[in-house]
């Protein structure tokens, strides 16, 4: 979805891919009374206006990024959570279904976040003039920003995890063969690697901080 914006921006747009995260809010206003976690959010994303050259976007809580294992079986997880870097401290979790290749539900129940693994920062925002962003996600003064988090979690009646999310905004120098946000469930008993088809689509990731 994010490169769909990233079209837009390539038309004349002036873009800044500085590596600090840049405090705004929705309306562009650097204003902060207090220091947020960090927080996550599994979002839908709904384009405004001309999908091919959106003029905003509207970011809803009820996203479920997805991912595949090699025998087509699908994992796909709602939910939130917040974590702090420096003490390690993270909480958060949400509801998860497994699909089989055909569809079928083989598995559903809640998941929750277990322990803060590592986080790394990504230059690159929005950095869109005139972007229109609906819905902020992040507490009052937070910043959106890039990069890949991963996390403990444990799924209910299944076992635990590794947990990989990612968040790629559009001026973010995409690695490897990623195009925009996704995750990856591996480690115990799960094998959900394949994240292109989360990134081809309107689910994805939001993280804000401080």
């Not at 996704?182 to 901080?209: A, C, K, R, V």
Request: charged share 10%.
């Amino acid at each position: 979805m994010k490169k769909a914006l990233a079209v837009a921006a390539a038309l004349g747009l002036s873009l800044s891919l500085a590596g600090a995260v840049q405090a705004q809010t929705p309306n562009g206003n650097a204003t902060s009374t207090s220091r947020p976690s960090f927080t996550f959010f599994m979002t839908h994303y709904e384009l405004l206006g001309d999908p091919n050259n959106p003029s905003g976007v509207y970011y809803h809580n009820n996203g479920h990024p997805f991912a595949l294992a090699p025998d087509g079986s699908r994992v796909i997880l709602r939910g939130k959570g917040s974590w702090e870097p420096q003490s390690g401290q993270v909480t958060g979790g949400g509801s998860y279904k497994i699909k089989a290749a055909n569809g079928t539900l083989m598995s559903r129940g809640r998941w929750h976040v277990t322990k803060f693994v590592s986080f790394k920062m990504l230059p690159g925002w929005w950095g869109i003039p005139n972007f229109d962003e609906q819905h902020w996600q992040g507490p009052p003064g937070s910043s959106s920003f890039s990069g890949f988090l991963k996390v403990r979690v444990h799924l209910q009646g299944l076992g635990s995890g590794l947990l990989t999310a990612w968040c790629l905004m559009p001026t973010t120098p995409m690695p490897g063969d990623h195009i925009s946000d996704g995750i990856t469930l591996t480690g115990g008993p799960f094998n959900f690697n394949d994240y292109h088809g989360t990134e081809q689509s309107l689910e994805g990731m939001m993280f804000y901080g401080p």
